[in-house]
């Protein structure tokens, strides 16, 4: 009797320990799913947008985040210049640049 009762909790013991295990690789596996489907493309997006940003130049022909294209008249640190049409003109910041046209 003592045998099979000292059988059955060294059993209930590797069940326990094989349990936490499967918790940990599921949690770990869950964050790996995170990472590739959320996290590593913002931050390649993120990459491309710096990159745009430092780029741009003055007769660039842009398209703004509110939709506004327009042409790079001057470029300063922060802001651009944009020539909507023939004479009007107006500074929005650099970041309000989202694609550059050819």
């Known amino acids: 009797m003592v045998s099979e009762a000292y059988a059955m909790a060294g059993g209930a013991a590797s ?3 094989a349990g936490q295990y499967q918790g940990i690789i599921m949690l770990v596996a869950m964050f790996a799913i995170f990472y590739f489907l ?4 913002q931050q390649k997006r993120a990459k491309q947008q710096k990159e745009l ?5 003055a007769g660039d022909n842009v398209v ?11 470029v300063e640190d922060t802001t651009v210049v944009l020539e909507i049409a023939t004479g009007v ?7 309000s640049i989202t694609e550059v046209k050819q």
């Open 15 to 17: 069940q326990g320990q």
């Open 38 to 41: 959320l996290i590593r493309p």
């Open 53 to 57: 940003v430092a780029a741009l130049k």
């Open 64 to 74: 703004s985040a509110g939709g506004i294209h327009a042409k790079i008249v001057s």
């Open 89 to 95: 003109k107006m500074k929005i910041n650099r970041t």
